[in-house]
């Protein structure tokens, strides 16, 4: 592996921007793509050392195509200001540099914290994704606010999971639920998807049962639970707004 730009995007994010940059300190730079802070987080990041470039925001897969492209470097490791590389992974990271050519991308598991503690079963887990890897061959794709890198090559996969940290609390746990929910139904339509009454009532369900049964959320009771109810709504908000638009738009 050649020399390793960390790229971050970032709005609003004073409380968890240094532990993020703090925690890929080990990379040659580190560079946070900021969409108008008004709290100060632009000036922390450059404060701790980081290349802070200023813009607009066009959306998910957008700001970390320009994050991407920012890099000084074309081996690029993508984390978000809620997402911590712990100092295992980053000696993990640090081997691959002086290994013989590989994958020109790495799969990462994330390991969320909610309410204070790890979530290791359920739908949270293992949350598998790309977020080191070669830009020459590898882009960002996905439909926003779900973006993915996609490689054009062989993907390895490291041990450590990453970090993740996405709520400080309940209440924004629930904001995001319908903000990403609105998003993801906007997206759903553009891209021509349709939803009846079916998909409203079952998905949710479908949602629940994988979480609970399949993926063992069952054995966290109460937090499990909790988990996977909060999913199904996110699920029935985003298919319930795709059925909305269809049916009621024109009757306002």
């Known amino acids: 592996m050649e020399r390793l730009s960390a790229v971050i995007i970032a709005k609003d994010e004073v409380d968890r921007i240094e532990a993020a940059i703090r925690s890929v300190a080990f990379c040659d ?37 320009r994050a991407t492209a920012a890099a000084a470097h074309d081996w690029v490791l993508s984390i978000d200001c809620d997402e911590r590389v712990p100092p295992e992974l980053a000696r993990e990271i640090m081997e691959l540099r002086s290994a013989a050519p590989g994958p020109v991308a790495y799969r990462l598991s994330r390991l969320s914290w909610w309410m204070g503690a790890p979530v290791q079963r359920g739908a949270w887990w293992p949350d598998a994704r790309v977020r080191l890897f070669d830009r020459r061959c590898a882009a960002w794709g996905g439909v926003d606010p779900h973006d993915e890198v996609r490689a054009r090559g062989p993907v390895g996969a490291l041990r450590t999971p990453l970090h993740h940290h996405p709520f400080r609390d309940l209440g924004e746990h629930l904001q995001t639920i319908d903000r990403y929910s609105d998003i993801a139904a906007a997206a759903a339509r553009a891209q021509g998807r349709r939803a009846g009454p079916l998909d409203v009532a079952l998905r949710p369900l479908a949602h629940l049962a994988k979480a609970l049964i399949l993926k063992r959320g069952l054995l966290d009771g109460p937090r499990g639970w909790t988990l996977a109810l909060l999913g199904a709504a996110h699920c029935a908000l985003k298919w319930l707004r795709i059925y909305e638009g269809e049916n009621f738009a024109v009757r306002r």
Do not use: C, H, Y
């Open 29 to 65: 730079e580190v560079v946070v793509l900021d969409s108008g802070s008004t709290d100060g987080t632009a000036e922390l990041a450059e404060a701790l050392g980081a290349r802070v470039l200023r813009t607009d925001w066009p959306g998910f897969v957008a700001q970390k195509t």
